[in-house]
């Protein structure tokens, strides 16, 4: 089992950053491949962005592209998604997921652990 925990989320006015991170517990966090996922009201979850266990690959959205950047420190067991230039269509719940290996997808039912979500709230 692993245990993901989000924070950091808030409410920011358009073109402000915020930087949600998750922390990971339970299993070697190095073994997995990490992915941010984002849902708004009434929408389905939506892949934003993923890091291969190693951290040398990476992968987003076009939405967020040049926005959004995601790291990972192992060392910690945190991986964080600085989110800049935000818009108010990024204005959603996020949440933080993990499957073991190397492979990022985009498909929410192929991740195997999922933290509690943390809101993000973007005004215009």
């Known amino acids: 089992q692993v245990q993901l925990v989000e924070s950091g989320g808030g409410l920011v006015q358009a073109g402000g950053s915020l930087r949600p991170s998750c922390a990971a517990s339970?299993?070697?966090?190095?073994?997995?491949?990490m992915g941010w996922f984002r849902q708004a009201p009434g929408k389905e979850r939506e892949f934003v962005a993923g890091?291969?266990?190693?951290?040398?690959?990476?992968y987003y959205v076009d939405s967020v592209k040049g926005r959004f950047s995601i790291s990972r420190d192992n060392a910690v067991n945190t991986v964080y998604l600085q989110m800049t230039s935000l818009k108010v269509e990024d204005s959603a719940v996020y949440y933080c997921?993990?499957?073991?290996?190397?492979?990022?997808?985009?498909?929410?039912?192929?991740?195997?652990?999922w933290g509690q979500g943390t809101q993000v709230t973007v005004s215009s």
């Open positions: 339970g299993r070697t966090f190095s073994d997995y491949s």
């Open positions: 997921a993990a499957r073991p290996g190397v492979v990022v997808t985009t498909t929410p039912r192929l991740w195997n652990y």
């Open positions: 890091i291969k266990w190693t951290g040398a690959s990476i």
